[in-house]
Each structure stands twice: as C-alpha cells, then as structure tokens.
C-alpha cells in the first residue's frame, strides 16, 4: 500500500512539474524565447541561385531587429523544385517560431494543381513577408537560331530544367501548352546556376529562371550580347527589361490572357518567407515586425545594392491574403490552368 502511494504521489508530482514547465514556457515573452537561440532558414534550392542569395542577404540582418536578437543561420535543402523543404517545414519542423523558409513562389498554385510532390498547404503557413517579385524569363544564347518567341514557336530549342515544381521548368511548360512554343526541357540539373553554366558550355540552348540570378552570376552576360532575352514572366515589366515582352501581352485571346494571367501571379508572391503553421501569435507577430524593419534598415539596402539586389517588399499580412487568394480560381479557369500545368 505504500508503495502504492509513494508511485501515485510521484505521478502526480511529475505530473505539476511538467504542467508548471508548459506554463513557463507559454509565459516567455518573444525576447525571452528568442535570446540565446538560433533561427534555422531553410533554402529550398542549391547555393548561388537567387533565392539563395536574397535568403542570404536576409540571414545577415534580420536577426538585430528580432527581440532577443537570435542567430540566423542559412541552410540548403534543395529537391523537388524546393517542395522537400516546403514539406518539412510544414510536417516535421518544431511549430515554435524557430525556423522560417523560402520556397517555390508558385507553391500556391502547385497545391491547387495537384502537383506531384505538394505535401503542404500554403494558406497554413504564417508568410513573415516577401523582399521582392521575382521575375523569370527566358533567354537563349546567342548562337541559338531562336531570336523570338515567334521563333519559338516554330523552332525546337532546348532548355537545362531543374525539379519539376520549379519556375524554371513551369513557365516554359505553360507557354508550350498555351502559346505553342516548342521547348524542350532537359531535366535534372542541381539548380540554376549549373542550369546557366550548361548554356555557356553548349550543353543547352537556352534557360528560363530568374532575372536576378542571370544579373548575379554572369552580370556581363547581356550587356556583351551573350543572350537573347526573349520573354518575361511577369505582371508588368521590369524596370531593366523593357524591351522585352512580359507573356500576357503575347496571349492571343481572352482565354489565353486569364490562364497566364492566373500562373503569372506567382511572381507577386516572389521572394517569400515563411514560418510554420502553429507557430504562436505573438511570435510570428515578431517576425513579421522584424522583417519590416530589415527591410528599410540602411545597411540591408546598402548590402542589397552591393549584391545587385533589387527590393521591392510586401508585408506579411499582405502576402498571406495574396497566398490564400490563389484558392479562389474559378473551377473552370482552374482546369484550363491545370491543363497548362501538365508536365506530359
């Protein structure tokens, strides 16, 4: 009988202790659960490419406007067109405010589609905020005999592909099912930056990725004429890129403008950050505050500048009504994008 007791007694006292421990850790204030610690920043895409880059600018600074100011530290995790760190970061991180990401902008759109590989549901996210748009386009080296789009649709060129949740391989597949291009992507290099480097090597024809990454690694590339810029990816031109057609303007009916239309809003969400579903109020609060102010810190700008970095931020309540607004595609505008979308 005593042994009885003295075994209930300990239950229960282990029982108020872990109770009394829950309690003090709901109680830490944001600067308390922060100081101390680090904050893991998960890259869903190989080093030197631009989302890796912008997440690398971010890593230097954010953590000064952080209450506790936390280290960040910047991790790789590329696959599946940054759909394995999107699935961790939903199914497996801790739900605590101690890890954010950057992934595929058309996430999104990938869930509605049912893409291979989408274990996430991206309005369950908490978005902290976005640096800027990303803007894609295709370009062609200057040996390839496709000048134009024109061209493109009526000669086959290659393009170096990644994973096939990527930008780098969706808008180029959009525009062949939509617009009748005819290129061929070759899948399965590690990331963008050997994608380019196939190119230069004649490996490849061309490569459809981000402005931002051409204008980082290979600066020189277009001023010398290396390549030919042929379409952009976006809402409205880039301010750089004036020249150069954006794809809806290439759409040749009302049908064609809605469905490239829907894709393309993808470039607004850009380059996103994000922390788990779950994560405290008050913390991803925090976040969002700090990035706002990372933002418009000097030395950010400055830096940004250094790296060729253009910044044009949205805030985090913006980009989460952005995200979830994505879910409201009409079903039938929503087939036609699908049939887009088909990789076969």
């Not at 830490?28 to 998960?42: A, C, M, N, R, T």
């Not at 739900?95 to 595929?104: E, Q, T």
């Not at 902290?128 to 649709?153: C, E, Y």
């Not at 759409?251 to 993808?266: K, P, S, Y």
Request: proline share 6%.
């Amino acid at each position: 009988m005593a042994n009885s007791r003295s075994i209930c007694f300990a239950a229960a006292l282990a029982i108020a202790l872990t109770g009394t421990h829950n309690n003090q850790a709901s109680a830490q204030s944001v600067e308390q659960f922060y100081k101390g610690k680090s904050i893991e920043l998960l890259i869903g895409y190989p080093p030197a490419g631009s989302n890796d880059v912008y997440a690398r600018l971010l890593a230097r600074h954010l953590g000064k406007h952080i209450p506790g100011n936390p280290n960040i530290i910047a991790q790789n995790r590329p696959g599946a067109g940054s759909f394995l760190a999107l699935a961790q970061v939903y199914n497996v991180a801790p739900k605590d405010g101690s890890v954010i990401a950057i992934g595929a902008p058309t996430a999104p759109l990938d869930e509605m589609v049912g893409t291979q590989g989408v274990r996430f549901k991206t309005a369950e996210f908490n978005w902290i905020g976005r640096i800027d748009s990303l803007i894609n386009m295709v370009f062609l080296w200057h040996t390839s005999p496709v000048k134009s789009v024109a061209d493109a649709q009526r000669i086959e060129s290659k393009l170096s592909g990644t994973g096939v949740g990527s930008t780098v391989s969706v808008y180029p597949t959009v525009m062949n099912h939509v617009l009748g291009t005819k290129f061929k992507l070759i899948m399965g290099y590690k990331g963008s930056n050997d994608a380019q480097l196939a190119v230069e090597r004649g490996e490849v024809e061309g490569h459809s990725t981000s402005w931002t990454a051409v204008k980082v690694a290979h600066p020189e590339w277009r001023p010398e004429k290396k390549i030919n810029i042929i379409v952009q990816f976006a809402l409205n031109k880039h301010p750089e890129l004036p020249d150069v057609p954006t794809v809806i303007e290439l759409a040749r009916n009302d049908e064609e403008r809605a469905i490239l239309r829907a894709v393309m809003n993808a470039t607004e969400v850009g380059t996103a950050f994000f922390t788990t579903p779950g994560a405290p109020p008050e913390r991803v609060a925090a976040l969002r505050r700090a990035f706002d102010a990372t933002m418009k810190d000097p030395e950010f700008l400055a830096d940004a500048r250094r790296t060729n970095l253009t910044v044009g931020p949205m805030p985090g309540e913006e980009l989460q009504k952005l995200v979830t607004e994505v879910s409201s595609l009409s079903p039938a505008l929503l087939e036609k994008v699908k049939a887009a979308y088909s990789f076969q």
